[in-house]
Structures are given as structure tokens and as C-alpha cells.
């Protein structure tokens, strides 16, 4: 019998893999643990504690199953991830603790600790750092969890068989202002070493990493260090010759444009297999790229585009439509942007913006499409030039909008208070 459970989907198979190898590293017995993502699994196995970890953008599904299990189980429920940690108040209407921040030393302690009291929320909780719960009526918060040094935990378990694209670098200097992963995960970036990436490389048939700008593997984030990039690519190819591919610089990663030029690309071409690579441009106007914080130019853009194609290297470019403040005018410049790009043979991937709490832009309005840039995204659509889900996702954006105006709450952040924008 399993008295913990891990409610496992494709959404957070990535960071649940990571907490597995993170526990079982720290000598936590993970057949303890039931890893599944049966829903039904669960509820046969009448666990104490059920495990969650999800994205705002969830939460309603969350919530169905949440009622589910309160309904026909006594187990304590848990929740960690973006949500919990930037509006945990919230997330406590529905789960008996949040977790805040980084989670790997976190869920270690926690699991031990209600192991120790019977799976209940007793006074000993407070002696962990990174949780929300509420003791006696009153909502408690034990700080936010940072992790010193997240390398020091494995990628994945080693006893199970779940592999997931290896995180290979943490956090984000940019701060763009709708983006969650520097508030919780910090300014500064942090890396994996080569050996440890090499190590658990071998485990992958396909090479992918996690990472928010692949390029600048090695640096601060700001700026690139092409002799770390380059050792990094280098010390992977025994294991390209052994038949594994290296996907790197796309999914599930990025590369910020400013950082692509023809020494990056060489690298690329000469040590990966993909002839891909995924860029935000986000708008074609360069005042919102001031606006959002973006912290590159459109020129920065065209020039990754035309070094891509240069090099025979698929662009494939995103942008948000919709944002804060933009003009009509600003989404035609993003329209002309757009057309550029796919004339030269470049691929777009078109999001709607959506408020995510924990963010500058958390209580920021979309703005409104204007008649041409519906007519410009449905036609390119029509014709299998522009991929993404701006359609359905701005009925979503405007749940999450009424979300963070009835609940909104000052989030835990990394980097301390978030300055709020609009």
C-alpha cells in the first residue's frame, strides 16, 4: 500500500521527474511513492498525501480533481510549482499546504515530517522552509525555498524509468515582464556542470535540455561565453556517435536572438542534430519590446533570422499578440514582422498574451486585436503558416483575469518584492 501518491501529467512529468531524483538522492525510499498519471490510480490506492504540482493556467482541472478526492478520500494534498508559490492563499482554498520556491530540499523535508506526525499539519511544519499551510486558523508561511545549488541533485531518479530533458540551467537575467521563471527562479543563472550533463546524457536516446536561453550556457546569462557553449557540445559527441541525437536550442529550450550569430551557429551546426531553432520575438514593434522589458530589438531579430537561413537553419519565431498597451499600429508592425519572416521561409508560433500572477504584468489588460490581426493570424492559420493557440487562449486569458482580480495576493518571489507594472 502507497501512502504517498504523485499526481504525474504531461504538464509537470518534467518537474516531478527531477523532485524524484532530488528524493531518492537524499535517501528517500521512492517505493513509498505511487507515480502515476491515472487519475483512477490514485483514487483506488486511498493514499495520505497526494502530491500536485501545476501552472495557473490548470488550475480548474485541478480543482475538479481536487473536489474528486476530497469527496472519496481523507488524504492531505499538496501543491507545489508556479502557481502554489505566487498566489499560495489561494491555492490553500483547495490544498492543505503549498509549497513556495524550489522544491528539492523542500519535499524531502516534508515528506519526512508528516511521516513522522501521521500525515498530519501539526507545529512541526514550521521548521520547513518553503511552505503555506494554515495551523489553528492562522495562515502560516515558512519563507521561500531557494536552493543553493541546484546541481547537486540528479536530473532523475536512477531506480525508475522516468527520463525527462535535463535541466541544465536555471534561472533568467532578462526579466521580461510577463515571464514567471526569473521571479521564481532567480536573475542570476546557474548551470549544470558538463560531467553531470554528459553523465545523464547517456541515459536519453534523444539529447534535450531545459533551459531558457541555450547559448548562454556557461555565463551569468547576460552575455555569451562561447568557450563554455562550445565544451558543453563538444564533450557530447561520444554520445551522438553511440547513436543518440542532440537537440539543442529547441524544444523544450530557446535561444534569445541577440545571442545568435554566426560563431553560435557554427557550433551548432557542427556539434547537433537539429536544424531548428526556437526564438521570442514577441512583437515586431520596438517600443513594446521596451515595454515588456524585453531587452533586444527587432533588428536583433531579423538578424538571428537571416543568419538562421544563412546557416540552413529553420527559424522558427514566437510572438505574443494582444500585450499590454499595444496600438493597432504596434500589432501592424508585428503583422509586417511576421509576413517578413515566413517570405523567407521562417515559421511563426503566435500566443495571446495571458496574465500570469507572480509577474510585473500579473494585473495588466490584454489589449484588443484590431480586425487586421485577426483577419493576418486566421488566414496564415488557414494556410499552415503560423502555428499556436491564440484562438483558445484568449477565452483563457480572460478566466485568468478574473482569477487575479477576485484572489490576487502579493507573491513569494526569488528575488523579493515584484514590481507591478500596470
Keep these: 500500500m502507497h501512502e504517498i501518491a504523485i499526481r504525474m501529467t504531461k504538464r509537470n512529468h518534467n518537474a516531478f521527474v527531477h523532485l524524484l ?20 490510480d490514485i483514487l483506488n490506492a486511498r493514499p495520505k498525501v497526494v502530491l500536485y504540482s501545476f501552472y495557473t ?13 476530497r469527496e472519496k478520500t481523507n488524504a492531505l494534498l499538496i501543491a507545489g510549482g508556479y502557481h502554489a508559490t505566487a498566489m499560495p492563499k489561494h491555492t490553500l482554498r483547495f490544498f492543505d499546504i503549498a509549497v513556495i520556491g524550489e522544491g528539492e530540499e523542500v519535499i524531502f523535508q516534508l515528506l519526512n515530517t508528516l511521516k513522522k506526525s501521521e500525515f498530519r499539519i501539526t507545529e512541526n511544519l514550521l521548521n520547513v522552509r518553503g511552505l503555506a499551510f494554515y495551523l489553528k486558523g492562522e495562515f502560516v508561511f515558512t519563507g521561500f525555498a531557494k536552493v543553493d545549488d541546484f546541481t547537486k ?7 525508475l524509468r522516468y527520463i525527462a530533458p535535463i535541466e541544465i540551467s536555471r534561472g533568467c537575467p532578462f526579466a521580461c515582464y510577463y515571464c514567471q521563471t526569473p521571479y521564481l527562479k532567480g536573475f542570476r543563472m546557474r548551470h549544470r556542470p558538463i560531467d553531470q550533463i554528459v553523465k545523464y546524457s547517456r541515459r536519453m536516446r534523444d539529447m534535450r535540455y531545459i533551459t531558457p536561453n541555450a547559448f548562454a550556457y556557461g555565463s551569468p546569462g547576460g552575455v555569451l561565453r562561447l568557450d563554455k557553449l562550445e565544451a558543453l557540445l563538444k564533450a557530447l559527441q561520444p554520445l551522438r556517435k553511440e547513436g543518440r541525437r542532440l537537440f539543442y536550442g529547441t524544444f523544450p529550450s530557446e535561444v534569445r536572438p541577440e545571442f545568435i550569430k554566426p560563431e553560435t551557429l557554427e557550433l ?18 520596438e517600443e513594446m519590446l521596451k515595454k515588456i522589458h524585453r531587452v533586444h530589438t527587432v ?17 522558427v519565431v514566437d510572438f505574443i499578440v494582444g500585450l499590454p498597451g499595444e496600438s493597432e499600429e504596434s500589432q501592424r ?44 493570424l486566421g488566414q496564415m492559420a488557414a494556410k499552415g503558416k503560423i502555428e499556436g493557440s491564440w484562438g483558445t487562449q484568449i477565452e483563457l486569458s480572460k478566466k485568468l483575469q478574473r482569477l487575479i482580480e477576485e484572489f490576487y495576493e502579493e507573491p513569494m518571489s526569488y528575488v523579493g518584492s515584484v514590481n507591478e507594472v500596470c
Aim: glycine share 8%; net charge neutral.
Design 153 to 159: 541533485f540528479p536530473p532523475f531518479a536512477e531506480s
Design 268 to 285: 551548432l551546426i557542427k556539434y547537433a542534430d537539429n536544424r531548428r531553432l526556437a526564438i521570442g520575438a514577441q512583437t515586431g514593434d
Design 299 to 315: 533588428s536583433h531579430v531579423a538578424e538571428a533570422v537571416e543568419y538562421m537561413l544563412e546557416y540552413g537553419l529553420k527559424p
Design 333 to 376: 508592425k508585428s503583422i509586417e514582422f511576421m509576413k517578413w519572416i515566413m517570405s523567407k521561409g521562417g515559421k511563426v508560433r503566435a500566443h495571446y498574451f495571458m496574465p500570469l500572477p507572480g509577474t510585473p504584468f500579473a494585473r495588466c489588460k490584454p489589449s484588443p486585436l484590431s480586425k487586421e490581426m485577426k483577419r493576418f
Design 57 to 69: 493556467e490548470e488550475i480548474w482541472d485541478v480543482e475538479r480533481e481536487v473536489k474528486i478526492l
Design 21 to 40: 531524483g532530488a528524493l531518492e538522492s537524499q535517501g528517500f525510499d521512492l517505493g513509498e511513492i505511487l507515480v502515476t498519471k491515472n487519475f483512477e
